[in-house]
């Protein structure tokens, strides 16, 4: 089954602590997201890239930061900034112009 | 700024009846909608885009510009139909990927 993998399912977090999900796709997609997801709240981006070495701010970057070295691979890095970072996060791929294919998710918690 | 509100969070329907989910959103631009299903235990997934105009699973949605909706229908709600559906729309900076705002999500129960 390819498509897009989140890893890992579960994270913990340590005060003070960056700690990096990875995100891979085998789609061939130009185009790569992250998404957090609250409570009763829809999902909210957080950083997208349409091309390797390029990305952009969505609309919660802060305390966050990604990088895109290679087309399949998205990777989200919680910096030790971001105040709240329990949620559920979401990577999403795809054609620039096509609908996001989404992963099974990483419930990040702090210890 | 670009806003998705779905009014209800939680909905429950017997089976057979006629199901619709609320999608209301406010965009300066031209808007370009989406609804989203998640089914238990399983990825969030494209269920329809406006644009296509084509009917999934026995699903509809029909963009009205006037009132600003996207709302979700079915004339017979199935068993299976039960999920957590998200509207959301689409915005495009030229030519770039879509960055996509989420509504807050229904929970459709069909009860037997």
């Known amino acids: 089954d390819g498509g897009i993998t989140q890893s890992p399912k579960y994270l913990f977090r340590k005060e003070g602590q960056n700690v990096t999900l990875s995100c891979e796709q085998n789609?061939?997609?130009?185009?790569m997201y992250w998404y957090r997801q609250d409570p009763g709240q829809g999902l909210r981006l957080i950083y997208y890239s349409q091309i390797v070495n390029d990305f952009q701010k969505g609309d919660i970057a802060e305390g966050y930061s990604v990088s895109r070295e290679k087309k399949e691979s998205f990777p989200l890095t919680v910096t030790s900034a971001q105040k709240n970072p329990t949620a559920f996060y979401l990577c999403a791929s795809s054609h620039l112009v096509g609908p996001q294919h989404f992963g099974d998710g990483t419930r990040l918690s702090i210890l | 700024a670009q806003r998705v509100t779905q009014p209800e969070k939680l909905l429950s329907v017997f089976k057979g009846a006629p199901v619709e989910l609320k999608c209301n959103y406010s965009?300066?631009?031209?808007?370009?909608l989406f609804w989203y299903v998640q089914y238990s235990r399983q990825r969030l997934q494209l269920l329809l885009r406006?644009?296509s105009r084509e009917s999934i699973k026995g699903f509809t949605a029909d963009l009205n510009k006037g009132e600003t909706s996207f709302h979700l229908k079915k004339p017979f709600a199935q068993e299976e139909d039960s999920a957590m559906y998200y509207c959301?729309?689409?915005?495009?900076?030229?030519?770039?990927?879509?960055?996509?705002?989420f509504g807050s999500g229904t929970q459709l129960t069909v009860l037997p």
């Open positions: 959301a729309l689409s915005r495009r900076s030229s030519g770039s990927a879509r960055q996509l705002t």
């Open positions: 789609l061939n997609h130009d185009a």
């Open positions: 965009y300066s631009g031209s808007p370009e």
């Open positions: 406006h644009i």
